[in-house]
């Protein structure tokens, strides 16, 4: 299975330090997507001030589901907040057995919380909503154990507290 690193609206300075992480760790052939995907103006909601996440999955399938032979998985780092469904945001969306996910790190970043920068922590957490949405991508939902990568995040205190791994139990669907 092939992994695809997508940048969306903006160029992301931690790339090919997130898919050398990520390739460690799920052992797949990673590639990255160099030119920058536009989403369309449409997918903000300006009530919201958030971009639609599962519209942009929408427009994930259109643009990469004709070019893409064999079993792959698109992964797409978006600079912008997200929303979905009834949640008011959301660090990332993927699909459960699907090809397709979107990682916001907005939210991710000390910046939104009115702190200075901390690339370490900024990694660990791109590295665990990635693996997050990975994890999705390949079937498994939301892990009850608070220490696991697939543990629901409902705030950043929640990201911070778990581990970027599987439990065993997680482990089992990959």
Partial sequence: MKILLVELE?????SSHLKTE???????????????????????????????AER????????????????????????YDLYADSLNFVYGLGERGG???VISYFRLSEHFYGRNADEKLFSGRILKEAMHEIGH??????CRNKKCVMAFSPNIIF????????????????
């Fill in 10 to 14: 903006a160029h992301f300075p931690q």
């Fill in 22 to 52: 990520l390739n460690a760790i799920f052992k797949k052939e990673l590639s990255l997507h160099h030119s920058i995907l536009r989403i369309p103006h449409e997918f903000f909601n300006l009530q919201k001030q958030k971009w639609d």
């Fill in 56 to 79: 942009i999955i929408g427009f994930l399938h259109e643009k990469f589901q004709k070019t893409q032979e064999g079993k792959f998985m698109v992964l797409a780092l978006f600079p």
């Fill in 99 to 101: 090809n397709y996910a």
């Fill in 137 to 142: 991508m390949a079937g498994i939902e939301h």
């Fill in 159 to 174: 990201v911070d507290r778990k581990k970027a791994e599987f439990c065993g139990r997680c482990k089992l669907f990959l």
